[in-house]
């Protein structure tokens, strides 16, 4: 893609490191425009930012709207708040694999994934088996450049409470300078890093960030 008029699908813009992504792209002079498919409406910020409202369960097949240089994916749920394994998987594995499908059938060449650490399409744990059968699907996918950033406890501010994850925080805040790197928190803004300067950089093949990287 261009250096200076890079078209970025971002899916997940009302989360936790989705808005810090969608900060950054807007604050970046590499960017001549954001797509951020929502399910409610942004508040409108940016003359670059397109925010249509969809149904995810019935994405549109538009040129307009998947025509861009790169995707990037920090969609996710968690099994509480999705009800159900069918529904964690529909949020956290089908509407991510959709998107990057209909992206790349529009000529997009580059998707940057939120993942998670331990992600492994043979994990006897299934939020961790969803998270590595996605990976293993969008590499199938042929993706000219493939980032997968696995974070480990993403830190920061979330608009939904997540009283597990904030007391998980609290615990590895308090430890973390004697945990090993990749076990210590992931800050949101950190996970927004990479996603986006790999996202733009497009360098090819498959690249892995693992939670070491983000600590």
């Known amino acids: 893609m261009s250096a200076d008029d890079a078209t970025v699908l971002l899916v997940g813009a009302t989360g936790l490191v989705g808005g810090h992504v969608l900060d950054r792209l807007?604050?970046?002079p590499c960017v001549a425009r954001v797509v951020a498919p929502v399910r409610r409406p942004l508040p409108h910020r940016d003359t670059r930012l397109h925010a249509p409202v969809v149904d995810f369960d019935?994405?549109?097949d538009d040129a307009a709207l998947w025509g861009v240089d790169a995707v990037i994916c920090t969609l996710?749920?968690?099994?509480r708040v999705a009800g159900s394994r069918d529904a964690f998987r529909r949020v956290d594995h089908d509407y991510p694999l959709t998107i990057a499908a209909l992206a790349r059938r529009h000529g997009a060449r580059a998707f940057a994934l939120t993942s998670a650490m331990g992600a492994d399409a043979a994990s006897r744990f299934f939020y961790n088996r969803v998270k590595g059968e996605l990976e293993d699907a969008l590499q199938a996918q042929g993706w000219p450049s493939l980032t997968l950033v696995r974070p480990g406890l993403i830190g920061g501010d979330r608009v939904q409470a997540r009283p597990a994850e904030r007391a998980a925080a609290v615990a590895l805040g308090a430890?973390?300078?004697?945990?090993?790197?990749?076990?210590?928190?992931?800050?949101?803004?950190?996970?927004a890093d990479a996603l986006v300067d790999r996202a733009l950089a497009a360098a090819p093949g498959c690249r892995i960030v693992d939670a070491a990287a983000l600590a």
């Open 26 to 28: 807007l604050g970046s």
């Open 58 to 60: 019935a994405l549109p």
């Open 175 to 191: 430890l973390g300078p004697m945990l090993p790197r990749r076990w210590r928190i992931s800050p949101a803004s950190r996970i």
């Open 76 to 79: 996710g749920t968690t099994l």
